[in-house]
């Protein structure tokens, strides 16, 4: 299953199911319980909430009559308001080899907060004083159940699904500041989408195509396979001290590729257009404005 969050024909935020070109409404199906008023709240019901859900897909995706157009649709954040957003540096080999580091011992994680996160399609606006603006392809995990002190086969289990996010950075805090937090948490530097694929849908989480364009031009590209850390590593290790929450997201970290380290450096400016395409997931696609 294709999640999503949207805002229906009332502007109040609902929970969509994605088949094909098509969106349906699983909050109206579910009569508006609110365990299916959002994905975050799906997720904190648990696993008989989740199989609800997936009987009203069935039924619903089997008659498109009150289906809208996807790109007509007006979509929300997919995470809640009070998740938590890890990320992860220095976690795939070629980032690590275009950074002249070696690879690191154990996982490097920093926090996006939920404030930033934007949607599918959204416009993401540089701050205007910052002239290194860079973008992140990354593969994302989304917990689906509590996960403390737990093994790295736990953590599989405690796996919802995957998305897509895009780890916007301003470089030139991220040098002037020596520490990560302001240079990843300007206004819109979060985006992440289109949805979240539900883990069974996705055959192999370690080989996955992951590529960035900008402008129609490919400058990311990689593979999952070239993670350091795989994601059921990222969450025992940080479970190790932590309860991970339902509806919480790890980030596992960006490709080589990244406008800082191309020759000449390329970052983003008013107007580029960017896409982060992975297999078996979908296109995240975000402007840039002003």
């Known amino acids: 299953m294709k999640l999503l969050n949207f805002f229906d024909a009332q502007e109040a935020k609902a929970l969509g199911v994605v088949e094909g070109e098509r969106l349906h409404n699983l909050t109206r199906a579910a009569g ?3 365990e299916f008023s959002s994905l975050g709240a799906l997720l904190q019901a648990g696993e008989a909430a989740m199989a609800e859900a997936r009987r009203l897909a069935n039924q619903l995706t089997a008659d498109p009559a009150h289906a809208v157009p996807l790109a007509d649709a007006k979509l929300a954040p997919l995470v809640e308001a009070d998740a938590r957003v890890f990320c992860v540096g220095l976690n795939y080999v070629d980032h690590a080899a275009e950074n002249n580091l070696p690879a690191p011992g154990s996982p ?3 926090s996006k907060l939920a404030a930033v996160i934007v949607p599918h399609r959204s416009a993401i606006p540089l701050p205007a004083i910052s002239s290194q603006v860079d973008y992140e392809a990354e593969f994302a995990v989304v917990i689906g159940r509590r996960a403390f002190q737990v093994d790295e086969a736990q953590a599989k289990q405690c796996i ?3 998305t897509i996010m895009n780890d916007v950075t301003a470089r030139d805090f991220q040098v002037r ?3 990560w937090f302001r240079s990843k948490n300007c206004e819109g530097f979060g985006p992440m989408g289109p949805w979240m694929v539900t883990a069974d849908a996705i055959k192999d989480a370690g080989a996955l195509q992951i590529s960035l364009s900008l402008n129609g031009e490919t400058l990311q590209k990689s593979n999952t396979s070239n993670l350091i850390f795989a994601p059921e590593k990222l969450i025992a290790t940080l479970a190790q001290t932590l309860v991970l929450r339902p509806g919480d997201v790890i980030s596992t970290g960006t490709p080589a590729g990244i406008g800082f380290h191309r020759k000449p450096q390329v970052f ?4 580029d257009h960017m896409e982060v395409e992975i297999a078996e997931i979908g296109v995240l696609e975000n402007s840039v404005v002003a």
């Open 32 to 34: 508006g319980r609110a």
């Open 108 to 110: 490097i994680f920093f």
């Open 160 to 162: 919802a699904g995957y």
């Open 177 to 179: 500041d020596k520490q």
């Open 268 to 271: 983003l400016k008013a107007g």
